[in-house]
């Protein structure tokens, strides 16, 4: 009873950490803050990242999927994420995050405006993680739009 | 020298093993053959699956992510998958392959044609599979619209 009592206690610390390091991921998003974001990701080439941005085709490699997210932090003045519906799937050193993303953006200011015109929109992501000595890092992401809003129902049958 | 090239073999043996699994799931729909399909996602309730089809929510469990191919499958006449850029990155027994879907699909018949019209789409997924003893199946699949058309380059600047 008590190993199995370790072994749950072992595994909700493990989603706890890995749900912190989503958290940090999105959290660096809003910073603008592109050191933390880069820390965040697997180190070296053992391991091929990748990212998926909404609409975007794949980006492969630390230096292609690091430079896309300086590439935004640049045209984002603003940007906040409300997650929701977050859920972990997890295995030995592997971890599988879904969750919905509520953004709210604003581009540079136009026409001597503090800010340029907010934009809401609402995202999906899967982010796979990787146990590493320095914690979780992120192997993949992948982001895209929600294009039928569909409300809370299960049942529901957007076009495909 | 021995052992290096057996573990070189081996893991090129692996990464043939999951470009497979990947080629077998786009079949399985293409044959709108949804026992197949079933027997290629991770069996039981261990490890929850999740699947995001493009413009769709994430749906989670075996249950919900089956029943949504169940639909796309009585909703599509004919579809075809012509997969491009496939890359694998794997660690361990998770593997995790990107690859861009270009479909060719066509609805039910329309005022007594034999097929409904044909639609090209740009779709680019991330799949995430896991070994079990009956090969690799999958754990996630995640498939978005390539929304802007961008080419070969790899420098290109799509809007986020």
């Known amino acids: 009873m008590s190993a199995a009592r370790d072994e749950h206690e072992e595994a ?7 749900e912190q390091a989503n958290t ?5 998003m809003e910073r603008g803050d592109l050191a933390a974001l880069s820390g965040l990701w697997l180190p070296g080439e053992d391991l091929t990242v990748s990212s998926v941005h909404p609409g975007w085709p794949v980006l492969r490699g630390r230096g292609e999927v690091l430079r896309s997210y300086a590439l935004i932090m640049a045209n984002t003045e603003y940007i906040q994420f409300f997650l929701t519906d977050v859920g972990v799937s997890m295995t030995g050193d592997t971890a599988l995050v879904t969750c919905t993303e509520n953004i709210l953006s604003g581009g540079p200011a136009e026409d001597g ?3 340029g015109p907010l934009v809401g929109q609402l995202v999906v992501a899967t982010n796979v993680f990787r146990r590493t000595p320095e914690g979780w ?14 409300g809370e ?8």
């Open 12 to 18: 909700a610390a493990d989603i706890a950490a890995v």
């Open 24 to 28: 940090d991921f999105y959290e660096a």
């Open 113 to 115: 405006n503090a800010l």
């Open 137 to 150: 890092k992120l192997w993949s992401h992948h982001g895209s739009p929600v294009l039928a809003e569909t």
């Open 153 to 160: 129902e299960e049942d529901e049958e957007p076009s495909p």
